[in-house]
């Protein structure tokens, strides 16, 4: 399973630190790890994403600000979140991939996610 953390209210301009950590014998081998963010009455959004061996994405609206990390050892990643805005608001849910057998198909694990608030 995956638990998620470091969710806060903060004020606009300050910084959250996000963690993500995958338990258990069932999700090993991560290659990919994500942030989404699911912003009250709109669609759920991919807010960061890192692949091994291929690098970082992230969402237009928190590139420069947003800078997410992958630890494979610990199967977890940090996503670190600076000078926040209100539009930032939202559930922050981790999300972790793994390989199958068929090329280019991954499994799909969920947390419960963790909730920012920034205030103006």
């Known amino acids: 399973q995956l638990q998620a953390s470091g969710g806060g209210k903060v004020r606009a301009g300050e910084s959250l630190r996000l963690f993500c950590a995958a338990s258990?014998?069932?999700?090993?081998?991560?290659?990919?790890m994500a942030w989404y963010r699911q912003a009250p009455g709109k669609q759920r959004e991919l807010v960061a994403v890192?692949?091994?061996?291929?690098?970082?994405n992230y969402a237009d609206s928190v590139k420069g600000r947003f800078t997410i990390t992958k630890d494979n050892v610990r199967k977890s990643s940090f996503l670190q979140m600076d000078s926040l805005k209100p539009e930032d608001t939202g559930v922050y849910i981790c999300?972790?991939?793994?390989?199958?057998?068929?090329?280019?198909?991954?499994?799909?694990?969920w947390g419960l996610g963790t909730e920012v608030t920034v205030s103006s």
């Open positions: 999300n972790a991939q793994t390989p199958t057998a068929v090329a280019g198909m991954n499994n799909y694990y």
């Open positions: 258990g014998r069932k999700i090993y081998d991560i290659n990919v």
């Open positions: 890192i692949t091994d061996g291929k690098g970082t």
